[in-house]
Structure formats: C-alpha cells, structure tokens
C-alpha cells in the first residue's frame, strides 16, 4: 500500500511537471537608460514574455517599505506604452492610480515604455541629474498584478561618463551591467546608485560589505572601514549570525540633512558632506549606521506580521513600529556604547534627552505609542502644527520602552539575560524556523518567556498614554531620574516662532490658553517691539513670573489684536540619570551588564 501511495505521488509529479513546463515560461526584465538626465528622467522599457493573451495588470508601488507613507510613485511617470514584439502598438489603459491594463495579444513578447521624472532628493525617492541616479526600485519598476513572485533582470545603461553601479541586486555573469532579482519583492527592496561614486570595501562579520560614496565628503577610508567594522561585529553579536554574504552602504553627501533607509541586503544614508570633521557629527553618522544595519535583523527579518509579504498597493498597518524602529533606534545608541563611542556619561545623556523629548511632548499623554505606530501614515509622516500636542514619536519612546523592557529583563534574570536574548530568540522562532512576520501576542510570550516575569506593566505604557514611571527601572542597575526643575515656577508662555510667526502653540500653556495662533506674527509684548531675531520675548520671559500678564500684540491675516497671556507655571522638565545613594552588589552588577562597564 505505502508502495502504490509513492508510485502514484511519483507519477503525478511526472506530470505535473511536463504540464508546467508546457506552460510558455513567463519572464520579465527591464532596460533602464538616461537620455535626459539633466532633466531628471529615466527612460525605463519593460519586456515580458510568456502572457500570451493575457489581460496583464501592470502596477507601480505606491509606497516604499521602511517609510510609511503613501507617495503615489506613479505620479512621476509618464508617457507609458505597450507594443507587442512585432511592433504592434497594443493598448494600454489606466484603471486606476497605479494600474496599467495591456490586452497582450497574440505575440509572446509585450515591450511596455515609460519615462520615470526623478527630481526628490531623499532615501526613498528616486533623483537624477547630470552627475548620477539614484533609483528608489518602487518608483521606478512596475509589476503584473499578482506576480510578485517572478524573477526579473534589470540592465542598467549608464550615461556617458558615468562608470559605476552600486546595489545588493546579484549580477548577471556574464551580461554587461545586469543584474538579478529572484523576486519583485527583492527587486522592490534594492535600491541602485549610478554615477561615479567612490567605492570602497571590506569585510566584517565574514560578509563583504562595498561602500558607494556620493557627492563624497571629506571622509578617511581607514577611520571608516575600523568604525563601520566594530559597530557591523557588535550588531551580529546581538542575534549570533548575520544573513547576508554581501551588504552595500550608498551613502549620499548633501550640504545638510540626513537620514536612512534599510534594505534586505543594502541601506541609503544621508549624511551632510562635513559630518566627518566634526566628533559629534561623526557620532550622529556612526549611529545611523548602526540604525539602519540593525534593521538587518530587526524589521527586514524579524518582523510585525503585517510588513511582509507587503502590500504594494495602499497602508500596511501594524502596532509594532515602537518593536521595529523603537528597538532599533535603542541598539543604534547602545552599540555605541559597546562599541566604546560614547563613554558612560555620553551614554546616560542620550537616554535622558530622550525622556526628555518624550515627557515634555504634550502628545506624549494624547497618543498611545502603539496608535503612533498604527497611525504612522497619516500622522507621524504627516506632521502638522499641532503634532506636538497630540503624538508622540515610536522612534524616541520605543527605545524608551526598549530600556525597560532591558531592565526589567536583567533584574528578573539575575543579569543573565537582557533585550538582546529577547530580540534573538524571537529572530530565530519567527524568521529562521517560521520565517514569518510575529503578533503582538507573540512578542510579549516570547519576552515574558526569556524574562520568566510578566511584562504587563510594559505593555501598559505601550498601549495607554500614562505616565511612564521610570525609577522602578532604573532602581534595578542602582539608578534613578531627577528631574533639576523640580522646586522652580517657571512661566510657560508656549510658543515656537521662526521669524516672528508662530510655529507651534504648546498645549496648555499661556498662548494656549489665551488664544496666540499658529501663523500669527508677535510684534510687540508689553509695548516693546520684538527685533528680527525675536530675543525681545526671550529677554522678556527671562524677568517673567507664573501669574504674570503680558500684553501681547500679533498681527493675524493683517489685523492687529493685543492679546492678555496669562503665564501658568510649566511643566517641563530637565532630567538627569544619576546613581543612587548606596547602590546593592546586586544593582551595580546589573549596571555593568546594562552599560558595559
Ligand atoms: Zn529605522
């Protein structure tokens, strides 16, 4: 009987397989030139073959995974059109923002052209000019509905002058400048620079790791190749393995600015041309290296169930980002420590500005961090004038939450685990044995079960905006938070200005209360005129007391209105961590495995 069983399975296998291979195989690749690119565009074609009268669906992503936000990529495209491979012009129509319907007709090959415009300059946005591209893959390639699982081949043909190409994608052997993608959604996931960067490389954690320089600063490769190799081995210590066999930095140099997105196998930073001069730019630079390379484990593998497999098409919702991005930004300061970049007060000073980012956001108290995370697409990458009042960041207040889920770990262990085993244990049940996405539920089983205690009292400041009480953590390395106001009255007048205008009105203060606008311009406050640099309101508040009356006069839409702000006593505060007076053995052990000292 178990014989028959198997020679039947056998059998159908057989022909299965000649029925699939009876299908015409179905291949995509795509050409990517630049005749113009100091206008800014790409000249993407797209060959598919294989869908022989289909009606093929192609769509274009409207969103890029590591920034929630909807972009609506499609809006830079333009002149799309379809031709079978006997030159036949077929028709193309758009049924909605991001889909393009091709009848392919009876030609195995379908050729469909368009040009992508490409003048954002960010991580996740696509920019071309004269001297390079910069290719976001979800603004740039389309899919057929449905079909996210074919492979795809990319030839790059760079301007004149242009000789390089970074990306994670594999090359093609023996094909010049193509490239390999299994699937769209790691096609999706690789970004490509192409222009004259300088490249340099070097292994650490046994993966080989190219750096693509754009737009170079003043940067020295050997400080670099040390720097970058000790934050890389710290953060694979944390998980014991790191997945990949090569990793590519394309680092974009600007003036100012920043940021960085993560990818399976490759990032994109931003770092501003003099970051390498300075020890606290450089500092800022090295962490976002270990943001963005922590990502390699935690959010690209080890995930919320609801970001991947992605949907392409509209809002992936999750209530985890305070896991991914929170726990993220957590690690990117601690590696620094570890890696001995800040020394322990540097260290302690971190932690405290962002309690103190947090505590005194009115937000804070508004919105709950996993509604933050929920709400990221309409919110946290929308800011408004009023987000100050009403959210709160998952970035600042996840690693908040990351301390103490760290410090609650330690002392119920005895210091024999902490967030690291936390964060391992769930990478390798979730992404190396299921290779899923985890629950909410889950997350919490699995650090209640590495920290053998319950983690409700967590998960409450996670799910409600309550006060969070943060010395019945730090008690456990021997440490508390002092609050240096503590004692003073100092007025709360309210608000931010640039140039005279009100930028922000913070949430029950004297503008609140009073009614000072947003965009309202301060002219004058007790009679005296406010200069440019706006120093009149600081020189004014600096002799203000809480209860005081200043008779503000605005100007609003072009009428001018004296105002009475009433000042109420604020409620901000400066913190500090500091050791307790007689820390126990115990506390002082767990303060040493916490710091690294
Ligand atoms: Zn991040």
Known sequence: MIMMRIRFTFLLFIVMTIASTAQAQKKISFEISFKEPQAHYAEVQMELSGFKGETLDLKMPVWSPGSYLIREYPKNLESVTATSGNGKQLAINKVNKNTWRVEAGNDDRILVNYRVYAFEISVRTSFIDESHAFLSPTGV?????NRIDLPAEVTIHPHANWEHI??????????????????????????IEVGNQEIFEFTASGVKHEVAMVGAGSYDEKVLIKDMTRIIDEATKVFGVNPNKRYVFIIHH?????????????????????????????????????HEYFHVWNVKRLRPAPLGPFN???????????????????????????????DENSYLKVLTNDIGTVENRAGNLIQPLSLSSFDAWIKQYRPDENSVNTTISYYNKG???????????????????????????????YYTKLDRGFTDAEFKTMA?????????????????????????????????????????SIPNFGVSLANNRVTT??????????????RDELVAINGYRLDESGRELERILSGAKVGDVLEVLVSRDGIM?????????????????????KPTAEQLKIRKIWLSL
Not at 141 to 145: A, L, T
Not at 563 to 580: F, W
């Open 254 to 290: 600007y003036a100012s600015g920043g940021g960085g997105l993560e990818h399976l196998n490759s990032t994109v930073l931003g770092a501003s041309r003099f970051t390498y001069q300075n020890y606290n730019g450089y500092l800022g630079f090295l962490g976002l290296v270990a």
């Open 141 to 145: 390639f389309m899919y057929v509905d």
């Open 448 to 488: 209640e079960k590495v920290a053998g205690v319950s983690m409700d009292d967590i998960y409450e400041y996670v799910n409600e905006a309550k006060p969070i009480d943060y010395n019945s953590y730090l008690i456990n390395a021997g440490m508390e938070l002092i609050n240096q106001l503590d004692g003073y």
């Open 399 to 429: 690693a908040l939450i990351g301390m103490l889920m760290d410090l609650k770990t330690l002392q119920a262990t005895k210091g024999t685990k902490r967030l690291d085993d936390i964060l391992k244990a769930m990478y390798d049940e």
């Open 561 to 581: 209105k004296t105002i009475g702000v009433k000042l109420p006593a604020s409620t901000k505060a400066d913190y500090i961590i500091r050791s307790i007076e």
């Open 505 to 518: 009105v913070s949430r029950g203060s004297g503008a609140w209360d009073a009614g000072i606008n947003v």
């Open 166 to 191: 970074s990306t994670g994608l594999e090359k093609v052997k023996g094909k010049d400048n193509t490239f390999y993608a299994s699937d769209f959604d790691i096609l999706f996931d690789s970004p």
């Open 312 to 342: 392409y098409d509209e809002e992936n919702y999750t209530t985890n980002l305070w896991v991914s991005e929170g726990f993220t930004a957590y690690y990117d300061n601690l590696l620094l420590r570890r890696t001995g970049y800040y």
